[in-house]
């Protein structure tokens, strides 16, 4: 009984969001190109070093999150920064730290709707960076961003880079 409840209340939540459970993308044409023109604007932004414009770009709540690279031991290699502040800070600590240069591949630029006012980017880089015991090698990494919609604007509601490790060594 216990698992028909279950199964019961997962397809009651799926047919209250009827575009999701008819399959249809929630996010039209329009919005996810206002994303792809903001996801540009913020490479744009984050290799001029502009930690204002970069400042705006991210949703005002202590819910924001950045996960990035740590310089602190404690934090581990990667954490995630949460809320505005330290958002702020990280990405200064990371712009002043020398030279810093994201180039997407913007072919492989991916936008998808997970509502109609939340969506999710995801794209391919490299990023040449200098922080926290990094040489300043372009290195391949992925970044997922959630895209919230406020007002009129799209923000950034957290914004993940994974680092992509190397390919195993072949064998034999």
Same mark, same amino acid.
């Given at each position: 009984?216990? *698992?028909?409840?279950?199964?019961?209340?997962?397809?009651?939540?799926?047919?209250?969001?009827?575009?999701?459970?008819?399959?249809?993308?929630?996010?039209?044409?329009?919005?996810?190109?206002? $994303?792809?023109?903001?996801?540009?604007?913020?490479?744009?932004?984050?290799?001029?070093?502009?930690?204002?414009?970069?400042?705006? #770009?991210?949703?005002?709540?202590?819910?924001?999150?950045?996960?990035?690279?740590?310089?602190?031991?404690?934090?581990?290699?990667?954490?995630?920064?949460?809320?505005?502040?330290?958002?702020?800070?990280?990405?200064?600590? $990371?712009?002043?730290?020398? /030279?810093? &240069?994201?180039? /997407?591949? @913007?072919?492989?630029? *991916?936008? &998808?709707?997970?509502?109609?006012?939340?969506?999710?980017? @995801?794209?391919?880089?490299?990023?040449? &960076?200098? @922080?926290?015991?990094?040489?300043?090698?372009?290195? /391949?990494?992925? #970044?997922? $961003?959630?895209?919230?919609?406020?007002?009129?604007?799209? *923000?950034?509601?957290?914004? $993940?880079?994974?680092?992509? /490790?190397?390919?195993?060594?072949?064998?034999?």
């Amino acid at each position: 009984m216990h *698992k028909t409840v279950l199964a019961a209340a997962a397809a009651l939540a799926v047919s209250a969001v009827p575009s999701l459970a008819a399959g249809k993308e929630p996010l039209n044409d329009r919005a996810a190109n206002q $994303i792809r023109t903001q996801f540009s604007r913020l490479m744009d932004l984050a290799n001029r070093h502009d930690f204002k414009g970069l400042h705006a #770009m991210f949703w005002q709540s202590p819910s924001a999150l950045l996960v990035a690279k740590s310089a602190i031991p404690a934090e581990g290699n990667w954490a995630g920064f949460w809320g505005n502040e330290a958002i702020d800070r990280k990405l200064h600590d $990371i712009g002043t730290s020398g /030279p810093v &240069v994201l180039e /997407p591949d @913007y072919t492989k630029l *991916k936008v &998808v709707g997970l509502t109609h006012d939340v969506a999710e980017s @995801y794209a391919p880089m490299n990023i040449t &960076v200098s @922080y926290a015991g990094q040489d300043g090698t372009p290195r /391949p990494f992925l #970044m997922i $961003i959630d895209w919230i919609h406020v007002g009129k604007d799209w *923000k950034v509601a957290s914004e $993940i880079i994974l680092p992509v /490790p190397p390919a195993p060594a072949a064998k034999g």
